[in-house]
């Protein structure tokens, strides 16, 4: 005779070997351009970390002076301390050398892994230190995340040409997590030319109709535009057009680009309007905390010429996804440290599971 008890051990066997149901699932996003490093020295990780002076109970002699920009020796660690007290689980990154996201990785611990490739030469392993070499990667936490593949695409007329003269490049990557397969890009645009940002904007949202279309899933775009949401009047601005925020956004057409590019990732000419929705813009207003302008320069605190809002986080207009919270965050502590010229923009964002075509 058989028990009861095997019968419902067998049952939960069976159970536990049928599929499961995808979830809901929260990316806790961020995207942060660091500013590459400028200042370069031969300071360890271990060095700088040597030099904090943790046990100072004295007040500083004064609050936020005018210390202008520090070597990233001493911006790396303040900066991912606060990625970490931020609790995401995925981000893009703007503006990064090579030395600098092996020292974030290497900071962040075991727990995350990063994609991308240097803009100048199309590999994730020249550590000259050039400028050109400034990578835009995706990090997330392989805990919540599995990388299904991604690739690299130069914001030109020739996106396929390894080194373009870009400010970056668009770095696309697929995951699956609990709700399903989404796609996650991070772009940076040109901060001299329009023609070039709106370049830039027309390539990446293209490619992210294709993704839409393709996956049928959410799509999520971190970056560092140089174009903010409405136009400026800064004198000697080179990036206070918002033309490449507009195609971005589908309130103006793209550009024509590449052929090759548009034959690769093709996307039908009958298609859904498709864009992407600045996540700020429907946000639920009492979600939205923190800071105004995401850049500030490494200037005296609130001097106000200086400040934009030109970092997004975006998500497709097909769907699959809510906002539940919008911030900017701070790069400036009580010393007057700048992690960065620009500040972290968090954005807590639930992928739902399901089909989400445009």
Known sequence: MISASFVALVATLGLALLPQPALSQTING????????SLPDNVTIAQSIAALNGNDIQTPSAFYPNTNERPWSQRRIPLVNGIKNAGVNMFGMEEALVRQVNDVQTLLGSDWAHVGVSRADGTDDNASGAFDNEFGPI???????????FDTFWLSQTPFDVGTKAPQAGTTARFKGSSGIFTAMVTHWDDQSDEAREVGASLIIHRANFEALNTKRPVLLFGDFNSPAVNLTTPGCNSCTNGAYQIITGASPPLAINETFAKKFPVPAKSPKFHMVDLKTVAPKESIMGNFATFTGFVPYGETDQMKRIDFIMAGS??????ETYKVGTNVYDDGLYTSDHRPVFSDITLKPGNFAP
């Open 30 to 37: 961020m995207t942060y351009n660091i500013r590459f490093d």
């Open 139 to 149: 990090f997330w936490k392989k805990s919540e995340f599995d990388l299904l593949e």
């Open 318 to 323: 097909n769907g699959g996804w809510e906002v």
